[in-house]
């Protein structure tokens, strides 16, 4: 997002479509603590750093909508075929602080609304360190009634840092849930701009080359060792390392007050312990956002 529109627009539209975007907040799949679709993993939209840079006195609202037609944990398929849609909507302010609300619908899960997220978080440059941002986040779990999924936790806390320099930026976040049970999660990411067609002076069609890498846990296949004779034996616990490597290449457009993209991404998930080794996948993803001035 490269330009900012200040104004007033009208209040009765700004409660419509507020109200469409929580009326779409849904459900997650949350069978075992680190069994979070991609999808919902983090938020690794950097068009909050960007916003945060641009200008020293603001209140907005940002709102997104993402489509991906295809549903994964890690690069891992979850076993039911379903394209997944989750929105989000976001207060911002100069000071730093982000207040929002994010959910996501999976076509092949009943009931489809089954989760809703609130978070809060806290955003800003690290002091005599150019390009470099810190952020924190807390984010609360409310799950509908479901007899066949049993929430492993409803808390996480995140911790995250960006670095951009022009064209080039890294971001590395990190988030424990927590609930019933405990899990850490990890992610890095790299990206480069490649900008395509300049439309103004601000607004423009560019290329996003991304590579991530996902650390989590799972429940494994593992080797234990025992006895004089060190005999092995195989037990099912869990297991912690890197899980997941992702490529994305997705075409972005920033006009006026609009963000939209189109990506393929293309996932090498990693077997832990001594499960089998997992196939590629790929997927493909949709996105629109929008920024609301409310100065």
Known sequence: MHKIFKGTIRTKILIVFVFILIGSISMLKAQKTEELPDAYLFDQN????????????????????????????????????????????????????????????????????????????????????DNLSYRTTY???????????????????????????????????????????????VTAEAYYEISLVKIGKYDK????????????????????????????????????GWMNTEFSLPIMLSYKNFDLEAAYNINFPRALGQNSQLKRVSTFNLSIGYILSLN
């Open 46 to 129: 950097d068009e909050f750093d960007k916003i945060f840079d641009m200008v020293s006195n603001f209140q907005f609202l940002y709102t997104s909508v993402n489509y991906s037609n295809k549903t994964y944990f890690a690069g891992r398929d979850l076993g039911i075929d379903q394209f997944n849609v989750a929105p989000q909507i976001f207060y911002l302010n100069s000071n730093g602080l982000m207040v929002g609300v994010s959910g996501a619908i999976y076509s092949g899960l009943i009931p489809k609304w089954n989760t809703t997220e609130l978070s809060i978080g806290y955003s800003h440059n690290l002091a005599k360190v």
């Open 139 to 185: 984010g609360r779990y409310f799950f509908s009634k479901n007899d066949s999924i049993t929430p492993s936790f409803n808390n996480s806390v995140g911790l995250g840092l960006s670095y951009r320099k022009q064209s080039f930026g890294t971001r590395l976040d990190g988030a424990i849930l927590f609930g019933k049970e405990t899990s850490v999660q």
């Open 205 to 240: 069609l560019y290329l996003k080359p991304e590579v991530s890498a996902y650390f989590g846990n799972e429940e494994t296949l593992l080797l234990k060792t025992v006895g004089i004779r060190n005999r092995q034996i195989q037990y099912y616990g869990n297991s912690y």
